[in-house]
């Protein structure tokens, strides 16, 4: 059973950070390329950043040198340390499999996911 435990949100203020976790499970977590994602209230899910299982990576522009994505491929665990964040950063955040960059999540299901509030 695919699972997907994200954790580490919480409300900061503009210009903080915070590290996301995701821990995932039921999977050969190697073999595949790790997604974040975010979903603001009233839109639809974005791609935020992705890495390869080789630590090759990718970010959507509004994140680019801001965020930086990781991953412990001995601890099936992805992570998203996000500086300098912003108001627009605020949503809540999932992880997901994808066989490339860019490509349709690999799983259906979808963990928790985790809320971040950028406020003062």
């Known amino acids: 059973q695919v699972q997907f435990v994200e954790s580490g949100g919480g409300l900061v203020q503009p210009g903080g950070s915070l590290r996301l976790s995701c821990a995932a499970s039921g999977f050969t977590f190697s073999s595949y390329v790790m997604s974040w994602y975010r979903q603001a209230p009233g839109k639809g899910r974005m791609l935020v950043a992705g890495?390869?299982?080789?630590?090759?990576?990718n970010y959507a522009d509004s994140v680019k040198g801001r965020f930086t994505i990781s991953r412990d491929n001995a601890k099936n665990t992805v992570y998203l340390q996000m500086n300098s964040l912003k108001p627009e950063d605020t949503a809540v955040y999932y992880c997901n499999a994808v066989t490339y960059y860019s490509g349709p999540p690999r799983f259906s299901s979808w963990g928790q996911g985790t809320q971040v509030v950028v406020s003062s």
């Open positions: 890495i390869t299982a080789g630590g090759n990576r």
